[in-house]
Each structure stands twice: as C-alpha cells, then as structure tokens.
C-alpha cells in the first residue's frame, strides 16, 4: 500500500473514531449539550468538533437542540438501538416475567445488562398502579456502586476484585446522596450482605426519596449478565413491605434463571 494511502486510511480512521466518540458522549445527554462542553468533553478543539457534528446532523444521527448551540441525538439512533435490542433473544425471555411482575406489584420494573463498569438498562415498564414515574430510560448507563442493579453485578462478578474497580472508577464515585455509599470498605461489606440475602438495594443512594430492589439472572454457567430491579418511592415502599415486593421479584428471576438453564 502506498505512503498516501496509508495516509488516507489513518485519517478516516480517525474521524470515524471522533465522530463515534461525539455520539457516546451525546447519549448521556439527552435533552443536548452545548458545542463547548462537547468540546471538553471529548478534548477536541471546537472547530473539529463542530465539524464533526455538521457530518454527523448531515448524516442524520445528530441534530440541534431546543437550547441555542446545544446538540442532540436523533430518532435514527434509537432506531438502530432498538434493533440491536430486538436482536437480543433475553428480551423474548423475559418480557412475560417482567410484565407479570409489573402487574404484580404496580410499580416501575426494569432490566439491565452488564456493560463493563457499568450496568446498562435494556427494557423498563413504567408503574400500574404507582403514581411516581422514575427518570431512568432504555440505554441509560448507570453507575455500578449506587445503584441496586449495578450492585448485584459487582456482588457476582467473577475474575474481578472490588479494590479493582475502585480504582478503575474512583475519579467518578460522587456522594450523591447522604446514603451514598463512597469506600470500598463499606461497599465490601454491601457487597458481602447482598450475597448472602440473594438481592441488592439502593437505599436513597443514588436520589433522596427514590429506593430501588434488585435481584440477579443466572444463565446456565452461573455468571450474571442481567439484573431485575423495581423502583418506587420510598413512601410506597414503607407502604407495601420491602419483603411482598421481594417475594415477587424473587420469583420473577429464579423463574427467568431457570429459563435460562441456571
């Protein structure tokens, strides 16, 4: 290949990179980010990432917000999200179980998946019966140490060790809540409770007045890659009983589990 060539090739590589990197950056924004965050965000200068963002609103995968000079995904994202979630035959397991279990209890159900430090929501069912309606949506990425089902993953997670993804992630563990829990010796013993209980709680940890209950998916190797959660208010919660709520779930994931040969 000649030296040009190569040249060529090394530069659309780099674009195709920086262009994928604005896109990542922009999912976490959903209501659009300003061409100066953006900018630090990525460490691009602003008129690369302006650019940048002109091919991809050209191509149809970014376009304006509402606030000037702010930017956003568009539907053709989701659109592609969404059959990346179709193909994923968990989806086709679970949905009955998982909108049983809404039935069942009233309230918001969700599904995650493991994404390397972090969990990411893969199907959410909004509440029957409860009036609060959660901010969490499908391609959300939650962080692992405040949130119940980010919990479960790091309670069974094999070949990995807590102090590793403490260190790994310590830059983003934030007090968010007077519950957060922000040491690793405190998320140890979390962490050591959940195991012996079988489900995770993010007690006000990550939104005061918000308490989540999860409980794990085991598939045939006895790895977890999926986590159940239901999500209400913490007044509801006091209302129902931590334990009706947990005997449903529960049942909702030893049934799933077993679905999957577990």
């Known amino acids: 290949m000649k030296e040009e060539d190569k040249n060529k090739r090394a530069s ?8 994928l990197l604005l896109i990542d950056i922009l999912s976490n924004f959903p209501n659009g980010c300003p061409l100066a965050k953006l900018s630090e965000l990525s460490n691009l200068n602003k008129s690369t990432t302006h650019r940048m963002l002109q091919t991809l609103q050209a191509c149809g995968y970014v376009k304006p917000a509402n606030t000037v000079g702010a930017y956003r995904l568009t539907m053709k994202c989701l ?15 679970t949905a009955p179980y998982l909108e049983q279990l809404n039935l069942d209890t009233g309230e918001t159900v969700n599904l995650s998946m493991r994404d390397h430090h972090h969990a990411v929501m893969i199907y959410k069912l909004e509440p029957t019966t409860g009036m609060m309606r959660t901010r969490s949506y499908i391609g959300q990425r939650l962080e692992l140490y405040c949130s119940a089902m980010g919990k479960i993953f790091m309670a069974y997670e094999k070949g990995h060790t807590l102090d590793d993804y403490w260190e790994k992630n310590e830059t983003n563990i934030t007090q968010l809540t007077t519950n957060t829990i922000v040491t690793s010796s405190a998320m140890e013993i979390e962490l050591n409770k959940i195991r012996e209980l079988g489900y995770a709680m993010d007690n006000e940890e990550n939104e005061t007045g918000v308490t989540c209950l999860a409980c794990p998916i085991f598939d045939i190797n006895g790895n977890v890659v999926y986590s159940v959660s239901i999500s209400l208010s913490t007044a509801r919660l006091n209302q129902i009983g931590k334990e009706v709520l947990l005997t449903h779930l529960k049942q909702t994931t030893h049934a799933i589990s077993k679905e999957l040969g577990a």
């Open 12 to 19: 659309s590589n780099q674009s195709l990179i920086k262009g």
């Open 79 to 93: 659109m592609i999200g969404q059959k990346t979630l179709s193909s994923l035959n968990i989806l086709n397991i």
